[in-house]
Nanobody, 125 residues
């Protein structure tokens, strides 16, 4: 069973940057589609970005041009580079995994069956 552990969250001012990491153990990330999701207080969890095993990516409209998802198969780690952060980006960010190879990934959370515990991102205006 693959396990996911997020890190890199914190507090930052509006306009700042953070990079989240998701360390994967128990299997190789090359065999998985991986996604980042977030949940703000009082809101439903939403998909932010994902990357397929074939390295195709997908982003929520709200983060396009500001966030970049990437993976390092050698380090078995998923990343989310977040730039130009806004107060609306404040949320608990979680990574998720879905075993399977292919060029595409989805931001539908029901497609993912393994989740990390999350890391908090707080953006102050």
């Amino acid at each position: 069973q693959v396990q996911l552990v997020e890190s890199g969250g914190g507090s930052v001012q509006s306009g700042g940057s953070l990079t989240l990491s998701c360390a994967v153990s128990g299997d190789t990330v090359a065999s998985y589609a991986l996604g980042w999701f977030r949940q703000a207080p009082g809101k439903e969890r939403e998909g932010v970005a994902c990357i397929a095993s074939g390295d195709g990516t997908n982003y929520a409209d709200s983060v396009k041009g500001r966030f970049t998802v990437s993976r390092d198969n050698a380090k078995n780690t998923l990343y989310l580079q977040m730039n130009s952060l806004q107060a609306e980006d404040t949320a608990m960010y979680s990574c998720a995994a879905r075993r399977g190879r292919g060029p595409y990934c989805t931001l539908f959370q029901t497609a993912y069956n393994t989740w990390g515990q999350g890391t908090q991102v707080t953006v102050s205006s």
